[in-house]
C-alpha cells in the first residue's frame, strides 16, 4: 500500500510540474533589467508592462533608448539580447510565443509627440531552443523570428 501511495503522489507532483507553464515562472521585467538594463538613456523605465495573449503568446512592452537615427540594428541588439538571456536562463515550453515590443515617442505631421510601437519581434520559444546564441549574429534576427515588424516611420527617419 505505501509502494502504491508514493507513486501517485510521485505521478501527482510529475503532473504539477509538465502543466506549469514556463512564463509564468519568467518575471519578464526582471528579464528586461537583467538583458537590457533597466533605463533607457533618456532615463525612462525600460521594462513597460507584460501582456499574456490567447493561445500562450506572451507581449513584453519595453522602452527602446531614445535616438534621431533609430535603424533596425538597434531593435535586434536588443532582442538578440533579451532572447538569449531567457533561452540561457529559463526552460522553455513547446508551444509558447514571445513578443518583444519596442516604444519609442514619435512625432506626427502636426509635431505632436505621442508614443508608439515602433517594432514587434516574437519568436516561438520551440525556435529559441534551436538557435546558439553564442554564435548567432543579431543581423539574423529578422530571418529566424517567427514576426518581425518596424514602423514605417523608422524607416524614413
Do not use: C
Not at 529559441?128 to 523570428?145: R, T
Amino acid at each position: 500500500r505505501g509502494v502504491k501511495m508514493k507513486r501517485l503522489l510521485i505521478l501527482l507532483f510529475s503532473l504539477l510540474i509538465f502543466s506549469f507553464s514556463f512564463s509564468s515562472t519568467i518575471n519578464f521585467e526582471k528579464v528586461v533589467n537583467a538583458s537590457l538594463g533597466g533605463y533607457t538613456n533618456t532615463k525612462e523605465e525600460r521594462f513597460i508592462k507584460t501582456e499574456k495573449g490567447n493561445d500562450k503568446y506572451y507581449k513584453v512592452h519595453v522602452n527602446i533608448d531614445s535616438n534621431l537615427f533609430q535603424t533596425n540594428s538597434r531593435f535586434n541588439i536588443d532582442a538578440h539580447k533579451f532572447f538569449k538571456y531567457i533561452s540561457n536562463n529559463y526552460e522553455l515550453s513547446q508551444d509558447e510565443r514571445i513578443a518583444l515590443i519596442f516604444h519609442d515617442t514619435l512625432i506626427d505631421k502636426y509635431g505632436n509627440a505621442d508614443d508608439y510601437e515602433v517594432a514587434e519581434i516574437t519568436f516561438k520559444t520551440n525556435e529559441l531552443k534551436k538557435i546558439n546564441w553564442d554564435n548567432f549574429l543579431h543581423i539574423k534576427i529578422p530571418n529566424a523570428a517567427s514576426h518581425y515588424w518596424v514602423h514605417p516611420a523608422i524607416n524614413k527617419k
